[in-house]
């Protein structure tokens, strides 16, 4: 049953325009086309652009992947009734919740291959295993945790428009904030405040950190672990909450 | 052979009590309307009967289960002799009719091959549709074709036939009349229409101000005096 509900989950998000362009197709496009702009820059810890935004790019196809094909995906089926439907028939919930995280990683450890493979032929990144493998160990715990924050969060909705105009927000705000495009160093002191809040951000940076072998555990890295840490028991106490309104 | 009994059913939203002691039982093989006005509470009664729905008070048996304190895994066990028809129904919208008969199959675990199924709702022109691409009447024969792909004991159908033309309205109803005979499945329905009651159900349950009103054999109300049970409706609410 697992696997009939995967391979269509799968064959469902393929033929979603929607969650294709924001999770497929925008990040690697931005990837390269920054590249083309910012390609020369250094960055902060003396990263080159590739070292920078590769792991970026990994993440934000990893958000987007998470946050609308999972996250607003359960808003959807949630509020059209299929639901409901899916709910009276003998199918237990895990198998339909753990297709759906399986669906996930598969598409997001798509997403770090395709950017990975990009930054090899468009940016002559170098490809060394055992970093390539601790860095998709790391990925897939930061998978784990964007799951359940994206449970939470669209759980409080019923109502579609809302959960769509919510989603295109947040794309936003992660996009600008958490530094994905611009650097938030470069950028007003209210962007840096907010960008400190986003857990993205912090999620981002642990990744490059972790991706060019540098996390050291400083008060940097313990504030982001922190950020991402309470975001977390926040979520995982919204889903426990609204298990009990049922 | 009783397959549902429902002794002093009750059931809140906050402070409206929509349900408030209702009764109900069905053998069977027997064809049910329950009909009442528009918040009667025939949604909520069916839902609870669906097992989707908590209730506050009173004892939901079916199929020999009491509902308070089933385990969840009798109750997937249950579903799989339950089937429904929700007003609308819908279903995942990109995917094609096929692949939503594949799908509620691995579901219910059904050994009913799917060409048998296709060739007897006659859904081969559309099994190649999307879902959410066919008109109201076909999504209801889709969702029928679903429903009797578990061949189960229990369907259960929420205003199946609404907005539906004259003559898909008939085809729909063939299809559960001839599983009622076939199969010998028992079908609890709400309707607004009056002349389906009277054409297809071998008893009527008026939900009325949380009760059930009226709970009798279809032949017994018109035996009554009631030109139809369109006009013992009318009298009653």
Same mark, same amino acid.
């Given at each position: 049953?697992?696997?009939?509900?995967?391979?269509?989950?799968?064959?469902?998000?393929?033929?979603?325009?929607?969650?294709?362009?924001?999770?497929?197709?925008?990040?690697?496009? *931005?990837?390269?086309?920054?590249?083309?702009?910012? %390609?020369?820059?250094?960055?902060? %810890?003396?990263?080159?652009?590739?070292?920078?935004?590769?792991?970026?790019?990994?993440?934000?196809?990893?958000?987007? =992947?998470?946050?609308?094909?999972? %996250?607003?995906?359960?808003?959807?089926?949630?509020? *059209? %009734?299929?639901?409901?439907?899916?709910? @009276?028939?003998?199918?237990?919930?895990?198998?339909?919740?753990?297709?759906?995280? @399986?669906?996930? $990683?598969? $598409?997001?450890?798509?997403?770090?291959?395709? @950017?990975?493979?990009?930054?090899?032929?468009?940016?002559?990144? *170098?490809?060394?295993?055992? *970093?390539?493998?601790?860095?998709?160990?790391?990925?897939?715990?930061?998978?784990?945790?964007?799951? =359940?924050?994206?449970?939470? =969060?669209? /759980?409080?909705?019923?109502?579609?428009? /809302?959960?769509?105009?919510?989603?295109?927000?947040?794309?936003?705000?992660?996009?600008?904030t958490g530094d994905f495009s611009l650097p938030v160093a470069q950028m007003p002191t209210f962007i840096q405040v907010i960008a400190n809040i986003n857990p993205m951000y912090h999620v981002n940076h642990l990744f490059i950190d972790v991706w060019n072998s540098q996390l050291i555990f400083n008060n940097d890295t313990w504030t982001s672990i922190g950020v991402i840490m309470l975001v977390f028991v926040a979520a995982l106490i919204v889903i426990r909450w609204n298990r009990r309104k049922v | 052979?009783?397959? #549902?009994?429902?002794?002093?059913?009750?059931?809140?939203?906050?402070?409206?009590?929509?349900?408030?002691?209702?009764?109900?039982?069905?053998?069977?093989?027997? #064809?049910?309307?329950?009909?009442?006005?528009?918040?009667?509470?025939?949604?909520?009664?069916?839902?609870?009967?669906?097992? #989707?729905k908590d209730y506050d008070r009173g004892d939901v048996t079916i199929f020999g289960h009491n509902l308070k304190g089933i385990s969840m895994d009798q109750l997937i066990s249950l579903r799989k002799d339950i089937s429904v028809v929700l007003q609308p129904t819908q279903f995942y919208k990109s995917l094609k009719v096929e692949e939503l008969l594949r799908l509620f199959k691995a579901y219910y675990q059904s050994d009913i091959e799917i060409g048998q199924i296709i060739d007897d709702f006659q859904l081969e022109q559309h099994r190649k549709s999307f879902f959410e691409k066919l008109s109201g009447g076909w999504k209801q024969k889709v969702s029928l074709a679903i429903a009797f792909l578990s061949e189960p004991k229990l369907i259960i159908l929420d205003e199946p036939t609404t907005g539906l033309d004259p003559h898909m309205r008939n085809v729909l109803w063939s299809y559960i009349v001839d599983y009622n005979q076939k199969k010998g499945g028992t079908v609890i329905l709400t309707t607004h229409y009056m002349d389906e009651i009277e054409l297809y159900c071998d008893k009527v349950m008026l939900i009325d101000n949380g009760v059930n009103k009226i709970f009798e054999k279809t032949e017994d109300i018109l035996s009554l005096g009631y030109r139809s049970i369109n006009d013992f409706y009318l009298s009653k609410v």
């Open positions: 049953m697992l696997a009939t509900q995967l391979k269509y989950d799968l064959i469902m998000f393929s033929r979603e325009l929607f969650y294709l362009i924001f999770s497929i197709i925008v990040p690697p496009v *931005t990837y390269i086309f920054m590249g083309q702009l910012f %390609g020369e820059d250094t960055y902060a %810890g003396g990263l080159s652009y590739v070292e920078m935004y590769t792991p970026s790019f990994i993440i934000l196809i990893t958000f987007s =992947v998470v946050f609308f094909a999972f %996250g607003f995906d359960q808003v959807m089926n949630r509020s *059209t %009734g299929v639901e409901k439907r899916i709910g @009276i028939s003998p199918v237990p919930q895990r198998t339909i919740l753990l297709s759906g995280i @399986i669906k996930s $990683i598969i $598409i997001t450890s798509f997403g770090f291959v395709l @950017i990975h493979a990009i930054g090899m032929v468009v940016y002559n990144l *170098t490809f060394n295993p055992i *970093t390539f493998l601790v860095s998709y160990g790391f990925f897939i715990l930061l998978n784990a945790v964007l799951l =359940v924050i994206s449970s939470a =969060v669209y /759980s409080l909705f019923r109502d579609l428009k /809302s959960a769509l105009i919510f989603s295109i927000l947040i794309f936003q705000v992660v996009m600008f | 052979m009783k397959i #549902i009994d429902v002794k002093g059913l009750e059931k809140s939203y906050g402070n409206l009590q929509v349900l408030k002691g209702l009764d109900f039982e069905t053998n069977a093989g027997e #064809i049910i309307g329950v009909i009442g006005m528009n918040g009667a509470g025939k949604s909520t009664f069916l839902e609870i009967l669906m097992t #989707i």
